[in-house]
DNA sequence: TTGCAAATGAGAACTATTATCATTTGCTAT
DNA sequence: ATAGCAAATGATAATAGTTCTCATTTGCAA
């Protein structure tokens, strides 16, 4: 009688296997939010667990097709991915640290609607990087 | 006495080569605007131009750095170089044909430089691609 | 428990891009 | 014009990120 919770992997129709639920909770309980493959591989080898690099691939991918992960492609090349919760969020990224942030403007969202529509697109999707460098204390590294 | 077009090799400290006239010119005079390397490299093998495919990713990233083209990573995992004339602007990007359409929204780029500059960053600079779907006859294929 | 489709992991393969380095080429100063 | 030479090129090796292959393992239903 273990209530599903939302974003629970049989809830998405993957079975439960030991490595799903190490990426998952790595998500969910870490204390990062924005990881590579290589980011997650790399955390789940230090917590002792021995997953190969090909499943978290494979896995990151079924999550993001599942829904229960976003992906974005920051300048860099690698894939990031977060937990999707649901609210659609665009990022700034500093260029000292690499530090991400979240943010949400309406009147941004509704002025890319708008302009799709004026030339006969119906938006699927999109992304929205700003790179910039932060003017205060913030940055751990330089 | 030739006068020095804005945006020529010598004025941008670059010494006139063969590659680098020819690869200049396809973006100059040839038909596609945003291209890869790829792309680039079929072109000129097609015009008889014999280069190689080490020297054209060369020349487009010191263009690129001499501010001749601007690069953009669009999903699909290859960079995209166009003619930089001055001008920015954003992308959308059709998901059925993958045609590639151009806007700038000044409200859009205005309420950027305000969310940054509420959260202690100065912007550098930002992409923002919209995938869409033409809902319209325009597309090419499918 | 057993049976077996689905999932995994080691490593090969692939794609986009960069690095290496011997050879060629565009100027510059004769 | 010509020689000298640093800079540029191109073939190819190397790298990074990711996907594919396939023999072995595992979750789970009967
Ligand atoms: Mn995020
Ligand atoms: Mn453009
Ligand atoms: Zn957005
Ligand atoms: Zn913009």
């Known amino acids: 009688m273990d209530k599903p919770q939302p974003g629970h992997l049989k809830n998405a129709g993957l079975k439960s296997t030991v490595p799903r639920i190490r990426i998952l909770e790595l ?13 997650v591989y790399k955390h789940l080898l230090a917590s002792g667990d021995d997953v190969g690099l090909a499943t978290v691939y494979r896995v990151l991918t079924q999550f993001e097709q599942a829904g229960l992960l976003t992906r974005h492609n920051f300048e860099g090349g690698k894939s990031v991915f977060e937990l ?10 500093c260029l000292q640290c690499g530090h991400v942030e979240e943010f949400y403007d309406a009147a941004i969202e509704s002025r890319q609607e708008k302009i799709a529509a004026e030339r006969g697109f119906a938006v699927h999707d999109h992304s929205l990087h700003i790179y910039a460098d932060c003017t205060k204390k913030k940055c751990p590294y330089k």
Not at 27 to 39: I, K, P, T, V, W
Not at 84 to 93: E, L, P, R, S
Request: charged share 30%; hydrophobic share 25%.
């Open 84 to 93: 999707n919760q649901g609210k659609h969020h665009d990022h700034i990224v």
């Open 27 to 39: 998500f969910e309980l870490g204390q990062e939010r924005h990881m590579s493959a290589e980011d």
